[in-house]
């Protein structure tokens, strides 16, 4: 089955579904946040893209993740209930406004975690050894790859909900706002993100592989 | 038959590896599926069930009994000591195995029947990647073994590991802990590899090494996603292989889940499998008793492939596995203090950067291994071995070979190595022998034997041979193979004894043909005390290669002996269409033509094009602030025959990272480009360093700095960046590394009794752990002022927490560390 067909049938399931993966083919590269996640702010990049050294090391970056990244999504799709003191149910707990405002109107949520493996941090950890700016461009561009990632997921999750006569809203990650981090401790086992997806959390809920997100992203019906 | 009781009675875990000798053994299919069937709750910890409701898991294990299963894995997967609390993990245990035991009882099946304790992985990432530390894991894992020995399972199962670091901590555990059975499943990914980039050739050589008893694959994908992987195993196992695949890819129907690969088809898959030669299947997620009883089905047309010894000689990292007696092996030696002042230098400086940047440089010049040789006089061997090993196999996928003379040295390195490494050395000497060869059994490893003994390096061949010989014999004594042996005849210099490299050359034959064993050199010692040594060590190489020579323990920088190595290869027929050898040619430096320019302006001289105010003053800092580091590196190595050290940093280095700092602070460069400055600075301290190591003396420096990412926070990349800014300014930069214990920062100011310590944390989760250690360096180190940075951080978070200075950037840190350093001075 596509990717759509699945995303499809587990957005029209009454009851929360079980976690599903997807494999997608490389994202196109978003040179502009790539340098951006590499601390090259996007005022400088005009003068930055002179620099033939720069263009090397970019060239270098990117022929060293070539078989280095894969890109993975694993999604389960919740229903939202919506408790008395006006707080959304979710499968854990939380009592964040920001997320409460951000689900405003929405019947699910789509619960998913994006990771580009750990093939990435084994690159930046060589790199920024034996040369720092390639490091710190490695660290950009896994930043970017998995971003890109979530960024083809959330829109293929938008084409099947407006197929299906509804709307998406806007992502939103454990540890923004007043969503605490310590939901990751729930959050990822509902994904089996260990075993399925190799995500693990450190004491202080930090993930690893690096490069990978966890987000919501709200449903609204018609 | 064999009665189950008796079974018991006589220690079954004999039985077990018995009764696989002829026969295929079958294992259960998912536990999971059938307990949510019976109506487990999401969240629900399945090992409490085991005491809850043990009717359930009896009724589920027997099924898979009655269906033909062999094996049945107690309810343990996740039972751990980071679940449960030693009582209950011990009473879950215990009723697990009483339950699998109670099924095997009321089953209706006529097979022979095991209990396995099931053991699954602790969930926590270990590092460097992660935060968990190796030994914590054994410890952990030794846990759930005990209480399993204690309950009296019959053999124990590892499964589902998705790293090979966890893998090896749960299988130490399983061995230390215990004499019984021990099986490793991995799960792969649609890749091939698991998830931290094991490939199974890699965990073939691992688990192998340290005497796994069957080893395969489970979960993940379905069959038949997972013969590319069963292939591989197959060809490098020499042990049982198993398959416990998931039946197809779930997904949701209604809210409950499905599989697509149904019974029958599940049963021709693996069958196919059964067929090539794996001895142990069963099923993963999704497979009910059905698929097990189709597979017994499906097996009753199919004979047992043997088991037979492949003799594939291999090392690996964490990732790959590395093969000897095919291609020749080229062995880094690079990383030796021997005669090296530099490299002297760096390990009684605790300069683990500088060993790491060897290991990265030899690693672009082509080698497969590098040799770790760690040993002086004065340092502390085994810690520092341990550490290196940590540190180089979080930087380098390549396999190390760990030289050390010290047994507890190499015991640590074999310990925390994530794979099979390569053991240097043994030789003929019983009291070398029995000291390493233990070690090697226990961790695994692919083990140097130098062709010497009590009675020294006899001088020829025939004496060597017979000493080789004497150590195959010994080593199987101890269960390792001729496979995981490789003999070094000794390479002695001709200028003493010009039959010498005639009598090697011999050894190496005699011992790759007639012992059929592979063989190594130490190369270049052949030439000692001739002039231009590079012929003669080049051209004995090539003789070697052409005598069976497996490896080559090498200098990688040495051209003569690369061309020796790629030419060799193409001429013999193990470089596919000379691709690696047009590769190699095509990146050869062109031959200098011609001497250099009458009148090239001398490096210390006024840059031609210098802008008018501010801008780089002379060559050398020209070079600097333009990032280009090989540059930099000749310019300082000429300026040293005319200015001293200390003038050219003073001079030239520190008003070069001065321009370019001041332009970052203006943003008038951008962060890459501080870091290439920075790089080709460090490129002009590496020869000022260079320099005063031969005379004995100390690089600049400017006052101590400590530096950590605190407790709970992995982020390391922007304290990686200042370290090396401050480094450049010439501080004494300790850097304690990512998630450091409060207490340890503090106890390493107060060695140093350093001024000046830097924080970071990039969440707000872990600015508590940064508040704590400047609470602690407050009572204890009070002289010490602290800075802190990090994405979290603002000057006024930095105040709440009691911080002297908040610094934006690696330049702010800089800044503020010389405004301490000058008032120290002055």
């Known amino acids: ?222 | 038959m064999v009665n189950f009781s008796q079974n018991m009675d006589r220690g079954a875990n004999m039985n077990i590896l018995d009764y696989m000798k002829d026969h295929f053994l079958f294992l259960d299919g998912g536990m999971g599926t059938l307990l949510q069937e019976a109506g487990l709750q999401p969240g629900e910890l399945p090992e409490r069930w085991n005491v809850s409701c043990p009717e359930e898991i009896i009724r589920i294990q027997k099924s898979y009994y009655d269906a033909g299963s062999n094996v049945v894995l107690s309810n343990t997967f996740g039972a751990n000591g980071l679940k449960f609390d030693d009582e209950e993990l011990e009473t879950l245990i215990k009723a697990a195995v009483e339950n699998a035991r109670e099924a095997a009882r009321q089953s209706t099946g006529t097979q022979e029947k095991f209990v396995a304790l099931d053991i699954g992985s602790l969930g926590k990432l270990l590092k460097p990647y992660g935060d968990y530390e190796f030994e914590d894991a054994v410890a952990m894992y030794s846990k759930t073994v005990r209480f399993g020995v204690k309950a009296g399972v019959d053999l124990i199962f590892i499964e589902t590991m998705n790293d090979s670091y966890d893998t090896k901590a749960a299988l130490l555990a399983a061995k230390e802990n215990s004499d019984l059975p021990v099986f490793v499943s991995n799960a792969y990914g649609a890749d091939g590899k698991l998830m931290t980039g094991a490939c199974p050739a890699a965990m073939v050589a691992m688990l192998e090494g340290m005497h796994a008893d069957a080893i395969g694959a489970n979960c993940s994908l379905g069959p038949d996603q997972l013969v590319g992987v069963m292939e591989e195993y197959l060809e490098y196992a020499s042990v049982p292989v198993l398959l416990k695949p998931n039946a197809g890819l779930p997904r949701s129907e209604n809210g409950k889940t499905v599989y697509d690969v149904f019974p029958p088809e599940f049963a021709e898959s693996v069958g196919k499998l059964l067929e090539k030669g794996i001895r142990i299947a069963g099923g993963c997620c999704g497979t009910t008793p059905d698929y097990i009883r189709a597979v017994v089905e499906r097996s009753k047309s199919i004979t047992p492939v043997p088991v037979t010894e492949k003799n594939r000689s291999l090392v690996s990292s964490y990732t790959q596995a590395v093969e000897f007696g095919r291609s020749p092996i080229l062995i880094g030696e690079r990383i030796n203090p021997t005669g090296k002042k530099r490299f002297q230098q760096a390990l009684r400086e605790n300069d683990i950067d500088y060993i790491l940047g060897e290991a990265l440089k030899q690693q672009d010049a082509g080698v497969q291994l590098l040799d770790v040789n760690v040993g002086l006089p004065e340092i502390d061997e085994p810690a520092f071995l341990l550490r290196a090993v940590k540190e180089l196999q979080a930087v380098t996928d390549l396999p190390l070979q760990l030289d050390t003379t010290d047994p507890v040295a190499m015991e640590a390195g074999l310990r925390a190595y994530n794979g099979k490494a390569m053991v240097n050395s043994v030789n003929g000497k019983e009291e070398v022998m029995s000291v390493i060869f233990p070690l090697v059994a226990k961790y695994g490893g692919f083990v140097v034997a130098l062709t010497l003994d009590e009675g020294g390096i006899p001088d020829t061949a025939e004496e060597r041979v017979a000493i080789a010989a004497k150590i195959i014999k010994r080593a199987a004594d101890y269960g390792i193979s001729k496979k995981d042996l490789i003999f070094d005849p000794l390479a002695m210099t001709i200028s003493a004894d010009t039959t010498a490299a005639l009598a090697t050359m011999q050894a190496v034959h005699k011992i790759r043909h007639d012992l059929g064993v592979n063989t190594s050199l130490g190369i270049s010692n052949v030439s000692f005390g001739l002039p231009s040594r590079n012929i003669i060590t080049s051209t004995f190489f090539a003789l070697c290669l052409q005598d069976g020579l497996s490896a080559a323990i090498m200098n990688p920088y040495s051209q003569e002996m690369m061309n020796v190595y790629y030419a060799f290869r193409a001429l013999h027929n193990m470089d596919e269409n000379c691709m690696d050898y047009i590769n190699y040619a095509q990146n050869l430096p062109a031959p200098s033509m011609t001497a250099p320019a009458a009148g090239a302006a001398p490096a210390g001289a006024p840059a031609a094009d210098a802008s008018s105010s501010g801008g780089p003053a002379t060559e050398l800092q020209k070079a600097i602030v333009r990032g280009l580091k090989e540059k930099t590196g000749s310019l300082t190595k000429a300026l040293l025959a005319e200015k001293k050290p200390l003038e050219i940093i003073q001079e030239e280095v520190i008003p070069a990272l001065n321009i370019v700092g001041e332009d970052f602070e203006k943003k008038k460069v951008y962060l890459p480009q501080l870091l290439m400055a920075a790089e080709a600075a460090k490129a002009a301290f590496e020869e000022v360093k260079k320099l005063m190591a031969e005379d004995g003396g100390d690089g600049p420096k400017r006052c101590a700095f400590v530096i950590a990412t605190v407790h709970g926070d992995i982020h390391d990349i922007g304290k990686n960046i200042v370290k090396l800014i401050l480094e450049n300014y010439g501080f004494a930069v300790s850097d304690l590394g990512k998630d450091v214990p409060e207490q340890t920062v503090v106890d390493e100011v107060i060695r140093l009794h350093a001024p000046i310590v830097g924080l970071s944390a990039l969440m707000t989760t872990t600015v508590p752990a940064m508040e704590e250690t400047i609470k602690l360096l407050r009572e204890q180190a009070p002289w010490a002022k602290v800075c802190v940075g990090g994405a979290v951080l603002t000057q006024e978070y930095a105040d709440a927490i009691g911080a002297d200075r908040y610094c934006r950037d690696a330049m702010e840190t800089v800044r503020y560390a010389e405004e301490i350093d000058q008032a120290l001075q002055g």
């Open chain 1, 1 to 222: 089955m596509d990717r759509e067909t699945i995303i499809e049938e587990a957005l029209t399931s009454e009851k929360k579904t079980i976690p599903q993966y997807l494999d997608y083919e490389t994202p196109s590269i978003n040179v502009t946040e790539w340098l951006r996640y590499s601390c090259i702010p996007i005022y400088e990049q005009e003068n930055a893209a002179k620099d033939p050294e720069l263009a090397a090391s970019m060239e270098r970056a990117l022929s060293l993740i070539a078989g280095q990244v894969s890109f993975r999504v694993g999604f389960l799709v919740v229903p939202i209930e919506w408790g008395e003191d006006g707080y959304p149910i979710l499968p854990f707990e939380q009592k964040s406004e920001k997320l409460k405002m951000n689900l405003q109107g929405c019947t699910k949520v789509v619960l998913f975690a994006a990771t580009i493996g750990s093939g990435i941090d084994r690159l930046i950890r060589r790199y920024e050894k034996a040369d720092p700016k390639l490091g710190l461009l490695l660290q950009g561009l896994g930043a970017e790859r998995v971003e890109s990632l979530c960024n083809a997921f959330d829109a293929e999750v938008k084409t099947c909900a407006e197929k299906l006569g509804g709307k998406t809203n806007w992502r939103y990650s454990p540890g923004y706002g007043d969503l605490p981090i310590e939901v990751q401790r729930v959050f990822l086992p509902l994904l089996d993100a260990e075993r399925r997806l190799g995500i693990t959390l450190s004491e202080s809920c930090l993930m690893a592989p690096s490069k990978s997100v966890t987000a919501i992203i709200g449903v609204l019906p018609k």
